[in-house]
T-cell receptor, first 117, second 115 residues
Framework: DQQVKQNSPSLSVQEGRISILNCDYTNSMFDYFLWYKKYPAEGPTFLIS?????DKNEDGRFTVFLNKSAKHLSLHIVPSQPGDSAVYFCAASGLVYSGGGADGLTFGKGTHLIIQP | DAGVTQSPTHLIKTRGQQVTLRCSPK?????VSWYQQALGQGPQFIFQ???????QRGNFPDRFSGHQFPNYSSELNVNALLLGDSALYLCASSLAVVSGANVLTFGAGSRLTVL
């Protein structure tokens, strides 16, 4: 039972254009959504997050949109650059765990973004 | 400032053997989580350690166990290895939060191959 779904295994975008990566979730208890980027032979690195009380969060070239009613979020990268070529993971978590730390993240399978020169 | 370091980077074991993977968290972090990433899949949460105790566990059998030491470093142990345990094992550290997203810093992982 996949609670976080990234239905596009790969996406090819021309340099300078907008990249849009999509993510759907099924668990209405999720409160935070995060995007991670992963290069080969490296661990995932945090990109941007959004709380369920917001519908948009922006950080430089990266914007995440959240549509709670549709249980859908998207990551927009504008303009796309060659260094953006990587695997992007959507992840979700619940509230802070009462025992300390925070809820474990549930990841999607990832989307491989390829920026064409 | 060193990030999350994991060892070994690669290892090969045979079915039925046991393996121990090690992780040093990023400086200043007190919480360590372990994830398993099979080929073509996203990372899957195994468990999380905070204050030397297992605080939360994902859907993994008891063959997977762990430990956190007073210096916050951690070990992941897997007993009675199966072929299906072949994966990249990612360690992630974070600072315990009272609210907000669980922003993790990941290591590069330990690639385990079970033959």
């Amino acid at each position: 039972d996949q609670q976080v779904k990234q239905n596009s295994p790969s996406l090819s975008v021309q340099e300078g254009r907008i990249s849009i990566l999509n993510c759907d979730y099924t668990n209405s208890m999720f409160d935070y959504f995060l995007w991670y980027k992963k290069y080969p032979a490296e661990g995932p690195t945090f990109l941007i997050s959004i709380s369920s009380i917001k519908d948009k969060n922006e950080d430089g070239r990266f914007t995440v949109f959240l549509n709670k009613s549709a249980k859908h979020l998207s990551l927009h990268i504008v303009p796309s650059q060659p260094g953006d070529s990587a695997v992007y993971f959507c992840a979700a978590s619940g509230l802070v765990y009462s025992g300390g730390g925070a809820d474990g993240l549930t990841f999607g399978k990832g989307t491989h973004l390829i920026i064409q020169p | 400032d060193a990030g999350v370091t994991q060892s070994p980077t690669h290892l090969i074991k045979t079915r039925g053997q046991q393996v121990t993977l090690r992780c040093s968290p990023k400086s200043g972090h007190d919480t360590v989580s372990w994830y398993q990433q099979a080929l073509g899949q996203g990372p899957q949460f195994i468990f999380q350690y905070y204050e030397e105790e297992e605080r939360q566990r994902g859907n993994f059998p008891d063959r997977f166990s762990g430990h956190q030491f007073p210096n916050y470093s951690s070990e992941l142990n897997v007993n009675a290895l199966l072929l299906g345990d072949s994966a990249l094992y990612l360690c992630a550290s974070s600072l315990a939060v009272v609210s907000g997203a669980n922003v993790l810093t990941f290591g590069a992982g330990s690639r385990l191959t079970v033959l």
